[in-house]
């Protein structure tokens, strides 16, 4: 008995100085994966910022043109570089070897990033760079101290010092606060879409579902209504 509570209470203690060792506390994601204009907003800041190092390997562009109510020519021209067929995967655009050798690490692939590390880090991540100067990338991270990745959408949100205000009046991005955190929301939903795209269709299955057990429920209230009525 003794060793069942002492085994307990070593259990207790490690989650305890695990959650407390996590030390800062991450942002709320608040995603939305229903929301298809937020998802498009997402693929297309994806492309634009994030494949030229990470791939998703196990997302399709067309899959995506699908999901996201767009046609396949909208994704073409808008979302592809010029090489890719429309039924590729979401592969890098620079070698994984120059990669790793321009940064000491490689940019792991994404595909199922969101589900390993979940979406509130991944908000937090892409919110809590900060001005670093001795980072040889100028930035470090408030919840991945000393990462090797560049802060690279500081020209929306401009650099910030570890307190999260401007770094400088002339370090402000193109986008107020509060849109930056829309654009990220935006980013990390699609994000979350990639790592589980048959969401999507659970989502719309799920309201279908309720619809019925709802509709159900009541036409089962009229039948046992009908049934007793004589009874009493
Ligand atoms: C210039 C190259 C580059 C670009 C562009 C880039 N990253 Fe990274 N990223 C890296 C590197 C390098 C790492 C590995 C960092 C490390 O482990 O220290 C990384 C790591 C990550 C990680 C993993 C963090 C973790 O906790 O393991 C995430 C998530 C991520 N990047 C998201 C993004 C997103 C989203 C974008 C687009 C907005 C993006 N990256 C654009 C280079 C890049």
């Given at each position: 008995m003794v060793k069942i509570i002492s085994y307990l209470g070593l259990i207790v203690w490690a989650q305890l100085s695990m959650s407390a060792e996590g030390g800062t506390k991450l942002m709320q994601a608040n995603v939305d994966i229903a929301n298809t204009v937020s998802l498009q907003n997402g693929a297309k800041l994806f492309i634009n910022y994030c494949v030229s190092c990470h791939s998703a390997e196990y997302m399709r562009y067309n899959r995506?043109?699908?999901?996201?109510?767009?046609?396949?020519?909208?994704?073409k021209k808008n979302l592809m570089f010029a090489s890719d067929k429309i039924g590729d995967t979401m592969t890098i655009a620079m070698r994984p070897d120059d990669a790793e050798q321009w940064f000491?690490?490689?940019p792991?692939?994404?595909?199922?990033?969101?589900?390993?590390k979940g979406v509130d880090y991944l908000y937090s991540f892409l919110n809590g760079f900060y001005v670093d100067s001795s980072r040889p990338t100028g930035v470090n991270n408030h919840y991945y101290p000393n990462t090797a990745m560049p802060h690279v959408l500081w020209e929306l949100q401009g650099f910030r010092d570890n307190h999260g205000d401007a770094y400088q009046t002339s370090?402000?991005?193109?986008?107020t606060p509060v849109q930056y955190?829309?654009?990220?929301?935006?980013?990390?939903?699609?994000?979350?879409?990639?790592g589980e795209p048959a969401k999507l269709v659970r989502y719309k299955i799920g309201f279908w579902v309720i619809a019925f057990l709802l509709v159900l429920f009541l036409v089962a209230c009229m039948v046992k209504k009908e049934y007793w009525?004589?009874?009493h």
């Amino acid at each position: 008995m003794v060793k069942i509570i002492s085994y307990l209470g070593l259990i207790v203690w490690a989650q305890l100085s695990m959650s407390a060792e996590g030390g800062t506390k991450l942002m709320q994601a608040n995603v939305d994966i229903a929301n298809t204009v937020s998802l498009q907003n997402g693929a297309k800041l994806f492309i634009n910022y994030c494949v030229s190092c990470h791939s998703a390997e196990y997302m399709r562009y067309n899959r995506m043109a699908k999901d996201l109510g767009l046609s396949d020519d909208m994704v073409k021209k808008n979302l592809m570089f010029a090489s890719d067929k429309i039924g590729d995967t979401m592969t890098i655009a620079m070698r994984p070897d120059d990669a790793e050798q321009w940064f000491g690490v490689r940019p792991p692939d994404l595909s199922v990033i969101a589900r390993s590390k979940g979406v509130d880090y991944l908000y937090s991540f892409l919110n809590g760079f900060y001005v670093d100067s001795s980072r040889p990338t100028g930035v470090n991270n408030h919840y991945y101290p000393n990462t090797a990745m560049p802060h690279v959408l500081w020209e929306l949100q401009g650099f910030r010092d570890n307190h999260g205000d401007a770094y400088q009046t002339s370090s402000d991005g193109e986008m107020t606060p509060v849109q930056y955190q829309q654009a990220t929301r935006d980013l990390v939903a699609f994000l979350d879409y990639v790592g589980e795209p048959a969401k999507l269709v659970r989502y719309k299955i799920g309201f279908w579902v309720i619809a019925f057990l709802l509709v159900l429920f009541l036409v089962a209230c009229m039948v046992k209504k009908e049934y007793w009525k004589d009874v009493h």
